[in-house]
């Protein structure tokens, strides 16, 4: 059973290796740092391909009735049975997200070596040592209690192959020493929990139910209890937000000297504006489409010059749905907005959010007319500007 302990060392090493790959940046700068593991990137997230490696205690229940009745039929009863049935496995996985709540997996999958000891009449004895390898194919369901935490379950079909070895004075009662390798198709299930580092990076706590078959066809499950870590391909770099070039407007005349004026003092301002939702998102999601970003866009252009002391993105919606799910669908969404913004280059420090559900209407809800004009982001930016009075 030495390969697959080594073989699991060299994965844990990896992950190791991934981990301090990801964490080096952060002794060399900090605030750009905070902006590149900004969650500013969920249409690549829910979309991404991914790939990720486990390691755990595999701990098999194998039923030894068929074996039993095979030596009983040889006029040999089982009068006892050991088994050494825990050991370490190991799995590698390569996965397509489809959007936030579900992905499909294929992986390989070594859960390890058992063995046991049938004992008969007269001291003898039948000893079995079996491995079990195989390849599989899940439906993963994601369920998120947070932007970072998640928890998963899944469920699939996997094919275990079975290689098999017995020693012993009692081996024409079930087979010869090295039978045929055995493998069958069967059901997997799992559940677990996902921490995400990065939008990039997540670790993954798991346990999961193989069903198995050995060389003498005797049933059993190996259950697996691992920790993975998960990377996915091809994350955006972040863009920096470019303002507008300046207009260039003609130099005016030379000025005829006047009395000396006080120096232009800042003026406190404010810039509001209200975003119907259609233009911002599609039918009840929270991410900024195309049209949207250029409304946003628009709007950060008109920010130039102002020393912004706090912005705040308030989401509403119209009354159709639950409460809870209209507030949840607002703040959502307001957090939308603002992960675009820090994107663009906004300091998310100032940068606040809330969601309203349909607690603050500014039109009837008795009405599609009203109901949209109830579905809005509204973005209030309060700072001061240099103005001459």
Same mark, same amino acid.
């Not at 030596?71 to 050991?82: E, V």
């Not at 087979?175 to 997997?188: C, I, Q, W, Y």
């Not at 939308?336 to 606040?352: C, E, I």
């Given at each position: 059973m030495n390969t697959p302990k080594t073989l699991a060392a060299s994965i844990a090493l990896a992950c190791a290796t991934i981990m301090s790959a990801h964490a080096a940046p952060q002794d060399t700068t900090t605030q750009p740092v905070q902006a590149d593991s900004a969650f500013v990137n969920p249409d690549w997230a829910n979309s991404a391909w991914y790939m990720g490696a486990g390691v755990g205690r595999t701990r098999a229940k194998i039923y030894n009735n068929d074996?039993?009745? *095979?030596?009983?039929?040889?006029?040999?009863? =089982? +009068?006892?049975?050991?088994?050494d049935n825990k050991d370490t496995g190991y799995k590698l996985f390569l996965g397509k997200q489809f959007n936030r709540y579900f992905a499909v997996e294929a992986g390989y999958f070594d859960l390890g070596e058992f063995s046991f000891d049938a004992m008969t009449t007269n001291n003898r004895m039948l000893h079995g040592e079996t491995k079990f390898r195989g390849v599989n194919l899940d439906l993963v369901g994601q369920l998120p209690l947070s932007e970072r935490f998640s928890l998963l379950a899944r469920a699939g079909v996997q094919y275990a192959r079975a290689t098999t070895h017995?020693?012993?004075?009692?081996?024409?009662? $079930?087979?010869?020493?090295?039978?045929? /390798?055995?493998?069958? *198709? /069967?059901?997997? =299930?799992? =559940?677990?929990?996902?921490?995400?580092?990065?939008?990039?990076?997540?670790?993954?706590a798991e346990i999961e139910r193989y069903r198995v078959t050995d060389a003498v066809q005797n049933n059993g499950d190996v259950h697996m209890t691992s920790l993975s870590l998960v990377y996915k391909f091809g994350r955006p770099a972040k863009a920096a937000y470019v303002p507008p070039a300046p207009v260039e407007v003609a130099p005016a005349p030379a000025p005829v000297a006047e009395p000396a004026q006080p120096a232009p003092q800042p003026v406190p301002t404010s810039e509001k504006v209200s975003?119907?939702?259609?233009?911002?998102?599609?039918?009840d999601k929270a991410i900024v489409k195309p049209e949207g970003r250029a409304a946003l866009d628009e709007f950060m252009s008109k920010l130039e010059g102002l020393n912004t002391?706090?912005?705040?993105?308030? &989401? /509403? +919606?119209?009354?159709? &749905?639950?409460?809870?799910?209209?507030?949840?669908?607002?703040? *959502?969404?307001?957090?939308? $907005?603002?992960?675009?913004? $820090?994107?663009?280059?906004?300091?998310?420090? *100032? =940068?606040? +959010?809330?969601g309203k559900g349909e607690s603050q209407p500014v039109a009837d809800n008795a009405t599609a007319e009203g109901r949209a004009k109830n579905r809005r982001v509204t973005i209030e930016v309060v700072g001061t500007r240099t103005v001459n009075k």
């Open positions: 074996l039993a009745r *095979r030596m009983s039929g040889a006029g040999l009863p =089982l +009068t006892g049975f050991n088994a017995y020693s012993g004075n009692v081996l024409n009662a $079930v087979s010869g020493p090295n039978p045929p /390798h055995e493998g069958r *198709r /069967h059901a997997k =299930l799992g =559940l677990g929990a996902e921490y995400k580092f990065t939008e990039a990076l997540a670790l993954r975003i119907a939702a259609e233009a911002l998102f599609d039918f002391e706090v912005m705040i993105a308030v &989401g /509403h +919606t119209d009354s159709v &749905g639950t409460d809870a799910y209209n507030q949840k669908l607002s703040l *959502r969404r307001a957090e939308a $907005v603002k992960a675009y913004m $820090v994107s663009k280059g906004l300091d998310p420090a *100032r =940068l606040y +959010t809330e």
